[in-house]
């Protein structure tokens, strides 16, 4: 046959993937989708029944879990729509920088310093306020399709 090399480049990044397929059809409320390419919190499903010529269809009602918009979307129940890997990592707050960012301790002892503070006005001030009046707290951070965002907070006693 053809005696040329062939070079493949991979883009690809080794680790697992981002989403996961399920059927429209079994995504309840309070589960997540990836809609319009962005990582959603279900608000309300709802079912029609199949037509003359088709499927039954969902409409998904969802917020997105890193901007708090909400998004609509229908599927035919039969196909499969993409749904994120969404973890939550609780870490102790040790500072937080002038710039905005905050250094988070991890549970192997090492920092985190790559997150921002919360854009989500009643969170920032109870974490400023919090640090400020010298507690220890521990902020509970989402993470799916490569973001990360604190969402919460605890506050585990003085320090």
Known sequence: MSDEEHHFESKADAGASKTYPQQAGTI?????????????????????KTGKHGHAKCHFVVIDIFNGKKLEDIVPSSHNCDVPHVTRTDYQLIDISEDGFVS??????????????PTDDSLLTQIKEGFND????????????????????KDIGPK
């Open 28 to 48: 309840r409320k309070n589960g997540y989708i990836v809609i319009k390419g962005r990582p959603c919190k279900v608000v309300e499903v709802s079912t029609s």
């Open 104 to 117: 988070l301790l991890t549970e192997n002892g090492n920092t985190r310093d790559d997150l921002k503070l």
């Open 134 to 153: 010298g507690k220890d707290l521990v902020v509970t951070v989402m993470s799916s399709m490569g973001e990360d965002q604190i969402c919460a907070l």
